[in-house]
Nanobody
Framework: QVQLVEFGGGLVQAGGSLRLSCAAS????????MGWFRQAPGKEREIVAA????????YYADSVKGRFTISRDDAKNTVYLHMSNLRPEDTAVYYC???????????????????WGQGTQVTVSS
């Protein structure tokens, strides 16, 4: 299985920006569907963004469309989540997830992924 490590979280004011990184090791991200999820206290883990293994399809939750961008650098074996115009409701622990596949589908549910990072905290102050 691929191993994932997220970093880049922190405290930011509303309207600010952050870039989260998910560094993968052991397997290339180009053979995995990748996703970013988040979980706020007392809430279920929810999809934020996902990218298909070939990089040709992406998905965004309605709450982040136009503000967040998922991207991938195959040379660095890293997936990014660029977050802008952050809001207090974006506060959560953000997780990177992966599943080895050549599926034509984007994976949107946590149970579709079998490798997870440890998470990184994002806090947006008002």
């Amino acid at each position: 299985q691929v191993q994932l490590v997220e970093f880049g979280g922190g405290l930011v004011q509303a309207g600010g920006s952050l870039r989260l990184s998910c560094a993968a090791s052991g397997r290339p991200v180009s053979t995995h569907n990748m996703g970013w999820f988040r979980q706020a206290p007392g809430k279920e883990r929810e999809i934020v963004a996902a990218i298909r293994w070939d990089g040709r399809m992406t998905y965004y939750a309605d709450s982040v469309k136009g503000r967040f961008t998922i991207s991938r650098d195959d040379a660095k074996n890293t997936v990014y989540l660029h977050m802008s115009n952050l809001r207090p409701e974006d506060t959560a622990v953000y997780y990177c997830a992966a599943h080895a596949t050549y599926s034509l589908l984007i994976f949107r549910r946590p149970e579709q992924y079998d490798s997870w990072g440890q998470g990184t905290q994002v806090t947006v102050s008002s």
